[in-house]
């Protein structure tokens, strides 16, 4: 994937050092990774991921009981707790490997950042399917004025990718189903777009998939 230039947008390497880099990172930043209690930290409900695959869930837990949390978290601060902005998946994985603590990066970040921060990790880990993806696109356009041209610039994209995946959240909920779980890919849905019916739209989606219909 492209990187993005500039801000935010020029990828976690910034931002999320793995330990043994800690030493540099620190020099450079002039901040510190703190040890930080779970019961403190608060889940983003604006997390744009929503899905998280238990098998993969469980390796995660599996792999932190046996090797600890190797990459920190980055979290904001909200009074007396902590708002989690990249690092769910471990966040959730130390509680349920019996962690009381986890190692995180605080940054002052404005709800801007903490969304994009979130979108960008989630894109470069390569960890949203494709209709989380353009749903996120879609919540910086509608809260924060975003253009398709300065999300193409921060996402590290152009702008037809950009509008290309908005295109999709045209599409009934229905077919967008067969994406977000795994059924079918961006690909078999798309042409769907030149159809102006949604029953149509709903009713062709599930031939394609009874019929194995190749894209």
């Known amino acids: 994937m492209a990187k993005a230039k500039g801000g935010l947008g020029k990828g ?8 043994d880099e800690m030493d540099e990172f620190n020099k450079e930043q002039g901040q510190a990774i703190e040890q930080l209690s ?8 604006e997390q744009p991921r929503k899905y998280f695959d238990e098998d993969d869930m469980a ?3 599996e792999s932190i009981k046996e090797h600890g949390v190797l990459q920190p978290i980055i979290v904001a601060p909200r009074g007396e707790q902590f708002l989690l902005v990249a690092g769910e998946r471990r966040w959730r994985a130390s509680a349920a490997a019996g962690l009381e603590t986890i190692p995180a990066l605080i940054k002052p970040l404005s709800d801007s950042q903490i969304f994009e921060l979130a979108l960008i990790e989630n894109i470069q880990r390569a960890n949203l399917n494709p209709i989380e993806e353009a749903e996120g696109y879609r919540q910086l356009m509608d809260r924060f004025g975003y253009s398709t041209e300065h999300i193409a ?16 959240l045209a599409l009934p909920e229905e077919v967008l189903a067969f994406v977000v779980d795994g059924r ?4 078999h849905i798309r042409p ?6 949604a029953g149509w739209q709903i009713d062709f989606v599930h031939e394609i998939y009874q019929n194995h219909l190749s894209v």
């Open 192 to 197: 769907l777009l030149a159809l102006d019916d």
């Open 59 to 61: 390796d995660l837990v």
């Open 153 to 168: 610039k921060r996402m590290g994209k152009s702008r037809p990718q950009i509008a290309n995946a908005l295109r999709l």
């Open 184 to 187: 079918l890919s961006v690909g």
């Open 38 to 45: 779970l019961d403190k930290i608060i889940a983003n409900a």
């Open 12 to 19: 976690l390497g910034a931002l999320l050092p793995v330990f």
